[in-house]
């Protein structure tokens, strides 16, 4: 089938969650994606197999001291030889190497170098250390807290690992793009907080002009439910008076049913009283069914035993087996695109440590 980076080489050095998570997502697009890690320990993630294998899946992995002036020289063979590089080290530490952006540059004046970290190269707190909770609070995705004085935990999905790599791979395979025009490479300084940034535009645009941000959640038919089974339903009406009208009328609600959204804001915790005893009389397939003849938004809160067994995510083939090297099949998320409609991925496992070393410097000799 069409992979639309069939072609392209990506030398990776990023390690843990956005930069592999980045580079799979090339990777299953067609990308050679080479995974640079050192001797005997490899990138951290290893130590979580399951974790490393789900975001590290089809590429290879080469092993490279870049302690010593031979993994030095193999590495700039290497580079010679890609169209990407990317990297997740703490700012400065790939000049330091000796794999600066102008140093590259001087290698392969044609490679795209991409930096993810987690406050970008430049400014007064690119060194300090922090993971995805305190990204998430600095670029103010937990305002609300801020405001209430209120503690909470860390996220379960951590968002600024993940819109990093979504902003490294964009950045990337834009930068490809523009070589075709220029032949020149570009320099890519990625942040995980300045992404997480820009996620919060719609609430920090009103803020730098002296407004207020719409509220447009604190509908009461927006939000998780309890049903008579003790299994949870999402509700998802948003603003939309459309949905609101059926919803009620459906519930035996019809004398809120003309409320309009001011009103249900307003009244938000009185109505979702009323919501959560109603769908506490009846199972959640009942429910689902009602919710399916009125047209209401809505869907089930399922846990990941009922992900991988819904009968939609498998039809659209998001699940797929690979056989790995040792001849075991492992069962892995595919890549999301459809592309003329199949999934690119995935088309591998994932590489044992250094498991590619001797062939890809093969490759290289051989040029």
Known sequence: ???????????????????????????DLGADVIQVERPGIGDPARQFPEFHAAINRGKRSVCLDLKTETGRRSLRDLIATADVLLEGFRPGTMKRLGFGPDDVAAINPRVVYVSISGFGQTGPWRDRPAHDHSYQAIAGFLFRDAEAGRISGGDEIPVGDLSSAMF?????????????????????????????????????????????????????????????DGLLVSLSIAHEDWFWQPFCHLLGMDDVADYPRPRRVAEAEALSRRIAGILATRPRSEW?????????????VNTLEEVIADPHFNERGLFQTVQEADGRERRYVAQPLVIDGEHPGPRRGVPALGADTDDVLAELASR
Do not use: H
Request: aromatic letters at 10%; hydrophobic letters at 40%.
């Open 1 to 27: 089938m069409k992979r639309l980076l069939e072609g392209v080489r990506v030398i990776s050095l990023a390690e843990q969650y956005p930069g592999p998570y980045a580079t799979l997502l090339m990777s």
């Open 168 to 228: 490294a791979a964009f950045g990337a395979v834009s930068a490809l793009y523009a070589r075709e025009k220029t032949g020149k490479g570009t320099y890519i300084d990625v942040s995980m907080t300045d992404g997480l940034v820009s996620w919060m535009s719609v609430f920090l645009t009103p803020a730098l002009n002296g407004a207020r941000s719409e509220e447009i959640g604190n509908e009461p038919a927006y939000g998780s439910y309890a049903c008579q």
């Open 288 to 300: 689902a069914a009602e919710f399916d003849r009125a047209g209401i938004p809505w869907g089930p």
